[in-house]
């Protein structure tokens, strides 16, 4: 009778660290994948160095469009250069069933719609605000976000950028105790004050400052167009929308048809170009041509969403590279596990306050 030779000790953690991969790589797969905020784009909602999962049961897993990859890599084998995919299989998109649909004010992770380069599962991940779902109508008044002419969601902690006029030269200790840390401002190169990015509630505090002279909220006026600004990125003879007076525009959605106008190819001619997965379109002189056939009305294939930052001013987003396709998008954003100051040292970094918070 044979016994069962015995593992070595190399054998079992081999098996134990395959074991670790696999059980990773489904639960980021199917369940939670861990992110890290990069920017200021969603402050003070979210936070530079907020660590937080990602639910991709909410919205519904996505079956992986780009299948021949390392496992737990993104675009690249961590610490070099080299691609950790081979895009020879692309598969068509399909999803999971969900717990529920992208909601209006719903805070979002996302494949980052221009970054053609890539395969859509293997865009750089962004998060924003999905302020408007398909069917809405989208216009910005005066830095107002108006959804289907009512008034839009407001983040409690929603900023804006302001020029503060000052009496003398402050410094970052003055800011740190209105909550304005060292990204949020800089000064004015004459030295008369300071460009403040922050939360109505932190200007209200900064007004009653004796070194305060006066403060302006940056709101760019109607009618100055604003370069790169989406659809028309500056066009002469479109109109003239910035970030702060934008639209109206209404967000497709998947059966939504449109007549081929000149504005509708204006306002949707790219979307259809670039995400519909058609093998040929051609945009000329005003028409629509899809697989060289030319088309008089178009009916969308996919739904799309229109994302903003919480930071209004320092945010860039669907105001400036358009709507975000239903087949980039990659889950909701549900709660914080670590968070870290990265203007403090030890133990300071650590932000107590914002361990296991939910998102809203």
Same mark, same amino acid.
């Given at each position: 009778?044979?016994?069962?030779?015995?593992?070595? =000790?190399?054998?079992?953690?081999?098996?134990?660290?395959?074991?670790?991969?696999?059980?990773?790589?489904?639960?980021?797969?199917?369940?939670? !994948?861990?992110?890290?905020?990069?920017?200021?784009?969603?402050?003070?909602?979210?936070?530079?160095?907020?660590?937080?999962?990602?639910?991709?049961?909410?919205?519904?897993?996505?079956?992986?469009?780009?299948?021949?990859?390392?496992?737990?890599?993104?675009?690249?084998?961590?610490?070099?250069?080299?691609?950790s995919y081979s895009?020879?299989?692309?598969?068509?998109?399909?999803?999971?069933?969900? *717990?529920?649909?992208?909601?209006?004010?719903?805070?979002?992770? *996302?494949n980052f719609p221009? !970054?053609?380069?890539?395969?859509?599962?293997?865009?750089?991940?962004?998060?924003?605000?999905?302020?408007?779902?398909?069917?809405? &109508?989208?216009?910005?008044? !005066? $830095?107002?976000?108006?959804?289907?002419?009512?008034?839009?969601?407001?983040?409690?902690? @929603?900023?804006?950028?302001?020029?503060?006029?000052?009496?003398? =030269?402050?410094?970052?200790? *003055?800011?740190?105790? +209105?909550g304005i840390n060292?990204?949020?401002?800089?000064?004015?190169?004459?030295?008369?004050? +300071?460009?403040?990015? =922050? %939360?109505?509630? @932190?200007?209200?505090?900064?007004?009653?400052?004796?070194?305060?002279?006066? &403060?302006?909220?940056?709101?760019?006026?109607?009618?100055?167009?604003?370069?790169?600004?989406?659809?028309?990125? $500056?066009?002469?003879?479109?109109?003239?929308?910035?970030?702060?007076?934008?639209?109206?525009?209404?967000?497709?959605?998947?059966?939504?048809?449109?007549?081929?106008?000149?504005?509708?190819?204006?306002?949707? $001619?790219? %979307?259809?170009?670039?995400?519909?997965?058609?093998?040929?379109?051609?945009?000329?002189?005003?028409?629509?041509?899809?697989?060289?056939?030319?088309?008089?009305?178009? %009916?969308?294939?996919?739904?799309?969403?229109?994302?903003?930052?919480?930071?209004?001013?320092?945010?860039?987003?669907?105001?400036?590279?358009?709507? &975000?396709? !239903?087949?980039?998008? &990659?889950?909701?954003?549900?709660?914080?596990?670590?968070?870290?100051?990265?203007?403090?040292?030890?133990?300071?970094?650590?932000?107590?306050?914002?361990?296991?918070?939910?998102?809203?």
């Amino acid at each position: 009778m044979s016994t069962k030779k015995k593992k070595s =000790a190399t054998r079992e953690w081999v098996d134990a660290l395959v074991f670790a991969v696999v059980a990773a790589s489904l639960i980021r797969w199917l369940l939670l !994948e861990p992110f890290t905020i990069p920017t200021a784009s969603m402050e003070k909602s979210l936070l530079v160095g907020d660590f937080l999962f990602v639910s991709k049961m909410h919205y519904g897993t996505r079956i992986p469009k780009t299948p021949l990859q390392v496992p737990l890599t993104h675009q690249k084998i961590w610490g070099t250069e080299l691609a950790s995919y081979s895009d020879a299989i692309q598969l068509p998109y399909m999803r999971l069933p969900g *717990f529920t649909s992208i909601k209006r004010n719903d805070v979002v992770v *996302f494949n980052f719609p221009t !970054e053609f380069q890539y395969p859509n599962d293997l865009k750089t991940n962004y998060i924003k605000r999905a302020v408007a779902v398909p069917g809405d &109508v989208l216009e910005i008044q !005066e $830095g107002q976000l108006k959804i289907n002419g009512e008034p839009g969601y407001i983040p409690e902690e @929603m900023q804006f950028s302001y020029d503060v006029v000052t009496n003398r =030269a402050l410094n970052s200790d *003055f800011f740190n105790d +209105y909550g304005i840390n060292p990204s949020s401002y800089m000064a004015f190169s004459n030295d008369a004050g +300071y460009l403040v990015w =922050a %939360t109505d509630q @932190m200007i209200e505090r900064l007004k009653s400052s004796p070194v305060v002279v006066a &403060v302006n909220k940056r709101i760019m006026p109607a009618g100055r167009a604003e370069e790169r600004i989406f659809p028309a990125d $500056g066009e002469v003879g479109w109109k003239a929308w910035n970030r702060d007076n934008y639209g109206p525009l209404t967000i497709p959605g998947e059966g939504w048809t449109i007549d081929i106008t000149a504005d509708n190819l204006m306002q949707y $001619g790219f %979307t259809i170009e670039k995400y519909e997965g058609h093998e040929k379109v051609e945009i000329r002189n005003n028409e629509l041509w899809i697989d060289g056939q030319k088309v008089d009305s178009y %009916t969308f294939k996919q739904n799309y969403y229109f994302m903003m930052g919480d930071n209004r001013h320092d945010s860039l987003d669907s105001r400036y590279w358009g709507f &975000v396709p !239903e087949d980039h998008v &990659v889950g909701k954003a549900w709660f914080l596990w670590l968070s870290l100051d990265q203007f403090e040292s030890m133990f300071n970094k650590i932000r107590w306050n914002r361990f296991f918070k939910g998102i809203e």
